[in-house]
């Protein structure tokens, strides 16, 4: 007899979370590969993964800079953000969810999110993104191409 | 609101007004039509959504809202609108941009961007780009 009180609220429960899960589960995310543009479905905790369509290794988390760092490429899916402090030198910087930038950086930064620019940032370099907001007082320099349309085509048959 | 508009901005090329040619002013232009050819201003320059403008501007501030092609060159600083439609070459002292516009060219930024510029060289350091062409891309 005890048991049934228990078994009837869990089912009630149940059937209100029921709905909300038709679509995309809640553990899972859509994201975008940065080389071939093709979309795919991962686990929300998922840090790295390859790409199921052209097998190049993709990184999902955040990157933050607080510090002078100084690397070949910068790569992943998240956000990078360059904060106050942060000095970053890299030949390129590719970022699928946006870039932050409040301190320095020197090298050129394709973004598939929006480029958003502190009024005390210094940036040398091309930027290639969808969006960009600039803050009256950054140091800017370089090619700037700035639209929906500026991301470029999916390199196939790019090798890094 | 209108009054503070006017003093601002003394001089309005209206909406069904198409300038081409060379020129200059004080204070303030208000550009709500079309424009081609050469600005020379020590004011302000405020290019408004409507408006269409095909020039080099050299002027202490420019504000742009619509769709403007050439070099701009700014003593103060340049804002880029939401609704910005921009391409050329820019040099300001400050540049403020909004999320939403969209642009392409050679960006030159900072305090030393407009005094490093030698006194009455062309907007664009080193050679000129005319006017309706596209400007040149670093790279492929």
Known sequence: ?160 | MAEIGNQEYPTVLGHDAVFKGELTFEKGLRLNGKFEGKINTAGRLHVSKEAKLQADVEAGAIVVEGEVTGNLVANDRIELKQSARYEGDLRASKLVVDEGAVFSGHVTVGPEAVKSRPAGAAPSAGVPRPLGQPPMLNKP
């Open chain 1, 1 to 160: 007899m005890r048991p049934g009180r228990t078994v009837r609220v869990s089912v009630q429960v149940f059937m209100s979370v029921t709905p909300s899960l038709a679509g995309v589960p809640d553990d899972r995310i859509t994201i975008v590969c940065l080389y071939c543009h093709k979309p795919q479905e991962v686990g929300r905790k998922t840090l790295t993964l390859t790409c199921k369509f052209c097998s190049k290794p993709l990184k999902l988390q955040d990157v933050r800079f607080t510090a002078y760092e100084a690397r070949r490429v910068i790569e992943t899916l998240g956000v990078v953000t360059v904060e106050k402090k942060g000095n970053v030198v890299a030949d390129r910087i590719t970022t699928g969810g946006g870039l932050v930038v409040r301190g320095r950086v020197k090298g050129n930064i394709l973004s598939f999110g929006v480029v958003r620019v502190g009024p005390e940032a210094e940036i040398k370099g091309d930027i290639t993104a969808p969006s960009i907001a600039v803050g009256a007082g950054a140091i800017l320099e370089g090619y700037y191409k700035v639209g929906p349309d500026a991301a470029p085509e999916p390199a196939g048959s790019t090798t890094s």
